[in-house]
């Protein structure tokens, strides 16, 4: 689905600063230098704090750039999408590489995470995450398309719409959503690539595994011990 | 949305049911041992004894999940998941259950009593008591139980 052209401009979306992210940040690296200061704090407490300070820095790179002039930006004369990925730095996309786009919600740590999913070809996909020259040959020898996913959290409902319609009237088609297998995003393999489809088919088994897995356990050992507890057990 | 496996066979999920379901039921089985076996309750009746000590004599032994009562006394069963926060001990041997219980107002170490489960009768049970405050050579109480059942 395309929309009907509008005249041309660039459009930006801005970059979100978290001050709570960054107050709980300080504060924790406070209470890290704080317990690893005093005695009476055990070295498993001293470990837990450093790392929950690392997991938060690692998960959002935004608290840490704070003054950016945009966060994605749509020049429809250059025809490209640049998104500042904070630390790590911007990246420019093609339009014209973009085969379609989604963007998608979910919840985790009782925060939304949003996702905009890309479609490109394999040589984008390698430039985007900067990947050596033999990981690039690989890639396009046996993917057909592979997804650039970029992950965000603060941006406000008017401007995710407004990314997206302006992706979409840029000649960008909004496509299906793309689901996570191991975590993972894996594009779509050539045909004749039987070994990576292969290895694809043993990663989508033990993803299916892994999580019926997790259920099954929770699910059966607290039934079981539900019962053990009131009518005793059998073994 | 795209489906997310799509290059799995329908007997590739089988199979992959088949060890979930495998490994969920042996989790279960290995995670909840510490609770009481489901033939050791109802009313059981004292069949015989053999006392070394003076003790309160009881005919009936009567085991519910929340607790035991052995003649007057009662004891009151906590469970947890960590070992050491409920008040009883579970040890599998080959041929018997044994069950530790700590009663409320044991001071000592051990446990003093201890009820014997053979696994394979299922309405004969064996309880020693052992007397408080003899650590070393504690004296202990036989009684073999027999379930009355309802009639």
């Known amino acids: 689905m395309i929309l009907k052209r509008s005249p041309k401009r660039i459009i930006t979306i801005d970059y979100h600063f978290n001050w709570l992210l960054l107050i709980l940040l300080a504060g924790l690296c406070a209470l890290t230098g704080y317990s690893a200061l ?16 690392l997991l938060i820095l690692a ?12 966060h994605f930006k749509i020049d429809p004369f250059a025809e490209t999408l640049t998104i500042d990925l904070g630390w790590r730095g911007t990246r420019e ?28 070809d394999p040589k984008t996909w390698s430039d985007y995450h900067h990947q ?22 603060h941006q406000t409902k008017n401007e995710r719409i407004k990314l997206v319609r302006t992706l979409n009237r840029n000649q960008v088609p909004i496509g299906p959503v793309v689901p996570a297998v191991l975590g993972r995003y894996p594009g779509t ?21 892994l999580r019926r897995l997790v259920l099954v356990v929770i699910v059966f050992t607290s039934l079981s011990a539900l019962y053990g507890r009131f009518f005793g057990i059998y073994w | 949305m795209k489906p997310r496996y799509t290059l ?47 003790a309160a004599t009881f005919k009936t032994v009567s085991v519910t999940s929340q607790e035991i009562i ?48 053979p696994k394979s009768k299922n309405d004969r049970m064996t309880l020693f008591t052992f007397q408080p405050s003899q650590k070393n050579t504690p004296s202990v109480n036989t009684y073999t139980l027999r379930q009355e059942h309802d009639r």
């Open chain 1, 189 to 209: 393999p050539k045909p004749s690539r039987r070994l990576v489809i292969h290895w694809l088919r043993l990663q989508q088994l033990l993803d299916y595994f």
């Open chain 1, 38 to 53: 005093i005695e009476h704090v055990s070295g498993v407490q001293l470990i837990f704090y450093v790392l929950l300070t």
């Open chain 1, 132 to 153: 050596s020259v033999s990981t690039r040959a690989k890639n396009e020898a046996n993917y057909i398309e592979m997804f650039i996913i970029v992950t965000f959290t």
């Open chain 2, 70 to 117: 052995i003649g007057s006394q009662t004891i009151k069963l906590t469970y947890s998941a960590r070992l050491r926060d409920s008040n009883f001990l579970r040890e599998n041997h080959q041929n018997e259950v044994d069950y530790y219980f700590d009663s409320k107002d044991n001071q000592d170490e051990y446990y003093p009593y201890l009820l014997v489960v």
């Open chain 2, 8 to 54: 799995l066979s329908p007997w590739q999920k089988v199979l992959a049911w088949i060890i979930v379901l495998t490994i969920g039921i042996e989790s279960a089985i290995i995670l909840n041992i510490n609770f009481l076996q489901a033939k050791m309750l109802g009313q059981w009746r004292v069949v015989s004894s053999d006392i070394t000590y003076k």
């Open chain 1, 59 to 70: 998960s959002s790179h935004q608290i840490i750039t704070w003054r950016r002039p945009f």
């Open chain 1, 93 to 120: 996309l093609p339009l014209a590489n973009l085969h379609s786009v989604n963007l998608t919600g979910f919840r985790m740590k009782f925060r939304t995470f949003y996702q905009l999913q890309l479609s490109t």
